[in-house]
């Protein structure tokens, strides 16, 4: 994905600017309660999403999906929140950091996350324990919507997490909530350039509109 131009831009972005952005245009894009293991995790990529739910009889598998995520994708597990079976592991983790896979964000928890944390491979959960997900859930479905925090996530949106959590751009709305985070996130910039030329924070904020600037348009 190193041509991917709105990725790139998303990058740049942190998702206090996007949320600002998503909130102004309207879209409930923010990932709630989905957190990543280590604050220094950075996550940046198109979704790849993977819907689970509980396990039949006989059982379905978790998932042999990992081969088929694209370089640069965002792995997205929607376990509708359960924090009773783990969806991903140290193998998946292994692998994915090996493939060059950005990340996986769920919604529902993991496991093994001490190697996360080693290699670095980020993760977003909405906890982690040890117990296995075979024979109490599998996957319903790949590659179509699905729900991570009350986000509705399709696959192909873009998903940026950093310390504060993660948000889903919907890719038909990409380039509006880009631009709109670029200009939030330009204004803030501008802000603090103004207190350091002396300016009080409350000039700052008046002349940059501050209080709008998330205001729905």
């Not at 996007?18 to 950075?42: E, Y």
């Not at 996986?104 to 080693?118: F, M, N, P």
């Not at 859930?137 to 696959?155: F, H, K, P, S």
């Not at 350091?196 to 700052?204: F, K, Q, S």
Request: aromatic fraction near 4%; glycine fraction near 12%; charge should be negative.
């Amino acid at each position: 994905m190193a041509d991917d131009k709105n990725v790139e831009r998303a990058a740049k972005l942190d998702t206090t600017s996007l949320s600002d952005a998503l909130d102004r245009l309207g879209i409930a894009g923010q990932c709630l309660g989905i957190k990543p293991l280590d604050p220094r995790f950075r996550l940046t990529g198109r979704a790849f999403t993977i819907l689970y739910g509980p396990a039949g009889s006989p059982p379905g598998t978790v998932g042999d999906y990992i081969d088929d995520v694209p370089v640069g994708g965002v792995v997205v597990l929607d376990n509708g929140g359960r924090e009773n079976a783990t969806v991903w592991g140290d193998i998946l983790t292994w692998v994915s950091n090996r493939r060059g896979i950005a990340g996986t964000v769920i919604d529902g928890a993991c496991r093994d996350t001490h190697l996360s944390r080693e290699l670095g491979y980020p993760i977003y959960s909405r906890s982690y324990s040890m117990r296995t997900g075979k024979d109490r859930v599998q996957v319903e479905a790949m590659g179509g919507t699905v729900n991570i925090g009350d986000a509705r996530v399709q696959q192909g949106d873009i998903l940026r997490g950093d310390a504060d959590g993660v948000v889903a751009i919907p890719k038909e709305h990409e380039e509006a909530v880009l631009a709109a985070a670029e200009q939030i996130d330009a204004a803030e910039q501008q802000i603090r350039a103004m207190v350091n030329d002396g300016h009080t924070l409350t000039e700052a904020r008046v002349k940059l509109g501050y209080h709008k600037l998330q205001t729905k348009r």
